[in-house]
Structure formats: structure tokens, C-alpha cells
């Protein structure tokens, strides 16, 4: 499975921003749809923290402390695509955002990521 991100880049501290990760590659009987989705992100020094999952049809979603309210994920299963929109952006935002994909269709917690995206890096200027 691969994953590609694609929408980081630089933005002023209380803007927007919105990324996007397309997927291919499924194993033989699966889609994109079989996937519950998720963005994590790494900020320099820290931990990869988890940011928001969304199960596979979309009616399920779950957010960080730290960006509830901020940020919605969404997918498109049509397009083998998902989603961050990212709103009110601040400077503890900059990190690089990874997609990952969980087999689980019904993620559990905050997802158990099987396949990873290569990231895509976010800079937030105050």
C-alpha cells in the first residue's frame, strides 16, 4: 500500500490549510475503502502524536486534544483520498503530517496504523 501526502507547506499563524493523501496499491480484495485513515504528526524533538482518524464510510471521527475543533478530517472513497483541513493554524501546529491507514475499517482508540504515508511538512509562522 502507499500513501502520498501532499499540501504542507508555509502559512501565517491563524490561517488555513489543507492536505490531502491518495492511496494505491491495495492487497488483492481490498480498497481504499477497507481502510479506516488517519494523519498523525511529528513535530521536531517530539513524539509522533496522533491528530484525527475517520473509519471507513465516513461516519465515525476522532480528533487530538490539541486540534479538536480546529481541524476535520473527511475522505472520499471514490477518489481513494483523504483529508485534513486544518483551520485557526498556530506556530505548535508545525510538525510533519503523516497519513497512515489501519486494516480495521472500524479503527479502535486512536487507530493502529499498519501503513504509513512519507509525510508532508507544515510550517506555521507567528
Known amino acids: 500500500v502507499q500513501l502520498q501526502a501532499s499540501g504542507g507547506g508555509l502559512v501565517q499563524a491563524g490561517n488555513s490549510l489543507r492536505l490531502s493523501c491518495v492511496g494505491s496499491g491495495f492487497p488483492s480484495g481490498f480498497s481504499f475503502s477497507s481502510y479506516s485513515m488517519g494523519w498523525f504528526r511529528q513535530a521536531p524533538g517530539k513524539e509522533r502524536e496522533f491528530v484525527a482518524a475517520?473509519?471507513?464510510?465516513?461516519?465515525?471521527?476522532s480528533y487530538g486534544d490539541s486540534v479538536k475543533g480546529r481541524f476535520t478530517i473527511s475522505r472520499d472513497n471514490a477518489e481513494n483520498t483523504v483529508f485534513l483541513q486544518m483551520n485557526s493554524l498556530n506556530a505548535e501546529d508545525t510538525a510533519v503530517y503523516y497519513c497512515?491507514?489501519?486494516?480495521?475499517?472500524?479503527?479502535?482508540?486512536?487507530?493502529?496504523?499498519?501503513?504509513w504515508g512519507q509525510g508532508t511538512l507544515v510550517t506555521v509562522s507567528s
Open positions: 475517520i473509519i471507513w464510510s465516513g461516519t465515525r471521527r
Open positions: 497512515a491507514a489501519d486494516p480495521n475499517p472500524y479503527y479502535s482508540g486512536t487507530m493502529t496504523p499498519t501503513y
